[in-house]
């Protein structure tokens, strides 16, 4: 019985405004090469920054304001969430569906990132569209909704290349249906491009389900996480002068794993400042090197959907189900 109560005492603690160094810990590092020692401290934890929500994802820190942005799927809503508060709060509702509810169970945003204007670009399930926001007077603008005038599907990750186009995934999870839907319109789960200009191009058709994305340090490597059971796969695209996507191959092949019980998919994924790509998957946050040798697992116990730098650059932050949690690492995102 004290035991049960010490236990309960210190997660209300971990959780209050009054401890907020003290936050409540789950899951485990588990290291596949001495490289990782290099990225994460021995001794490091994933502390639990907030929790109760349905299905957290796409985590992104507003340099400007110190603090940090994630989805919410489900509850249509992005939350927001600063070091010393309480709890996370949400910013914005509706985030990715403005129709007559209810529409599927997974209605809201995904993917979010900042773009070189300082805007919010969501990654819209419902409204089927890639949105910019500015963060400040709010009022959406949308930058893609459909292709040669068949409506996407329900965009779910984005990257912004430095020349300024956009690349993003299109599956068909926000969909009421998925992929039986009878609102679908294209035969395809593509990855796309928006350029500068504003045209939309279908840059890779061949994917079952493709989901998070992220470029090399020298933008010259496109990655794209596919969260297929079958082929649970890391592919890694050659990213041409024109903008074009190249002809793929597969960078890391984790569906052993999946076959071995590990709960999750690949999913989102970042680079970090040297080339390692830490990519959501089985068993959490995989560690890669540049190369594609397994270094490690950031393993949060549950099945996680993405994470992003924050802070100075070098804290990872994750969602995972429920969970907003945070790593410390010994490095920085690539760009930081």
Known sequence: MKRTLKLISALLMSFSGMAQTNYATIGQVIKS???????????????VLASGFNWSEGPVWV??????????????????WKEGDIKAVPFLNPSGYT????????????????????????????????????????????L?????????????????????????????????????????????????????????????????????????VDEKTLYV??????????????VLDNGKIGKGKVFFDATPMVKQGLKGLPDGLKIDKNGNIFTTGPGGILILSPQGRLLGRIDTGEPTSNCNWGD?????????????????????????
């Not at 299109?170 to 395809?188: A, C, I, S």
Request: charged content about 20%; hydrophobic content about 35%.
């Open 33 to 47: 090469d001495a490289a990782l020692d290099n990225l994460l401290a021995s001794d490091v934890k994933i502390e």
């Open 144 to 216: 893609a909704d459909n292709f040669q005038g068949k409506r996407f599907n329900s965009p779910n990750d984005i990257v912004q290349h430095s020349g300024g186009a956009y690349y993003f995934t299109d599956p068909p999870y926000g969909l009421p249906q998925h992929e039986k839907d009878p609102t679908r319109e294209t035969p395809v789960f593509g990855v796309y491009r928006i350029g500068t200009d504003g045209v939309v191009s279908l840059e890779i058709d061949n994917l079952v389900r493709p989901n998070g994305l992220a470029f090399s």
């Open 312 to 336: 100075d650059g070098s804290t990872l932050y994750i969602t995972a189900n429920m969970f907003l949690c945070r790593i410390k690492t010994k490095t920085k995102g690539n760009g930081w």
């Open 225 to 238: 996480a596919q969260s297929d059971f079958d082929s649970a796969v890391i592919m890694a695209y050659p």
């Open 99 to 142: 129709g007559i509810l209810p529409y599927s169970n997974e209605p809201g945003s995904n993917g979010l990132i900042i773009n070189k204007k300082g805007e919010l670009v969501a990654c819209e399930h419902g409204d089927r569209r890639i949105s910019a926001m500015p963060l400040n007077v709010g009022g959406k603008k949308t």
């Open 63 to 80: 340099k400007g304001g110190n603090y940090l942005l994630f989805s919410d799927v489900p509850a249509n809503t992005i939350f927001k």
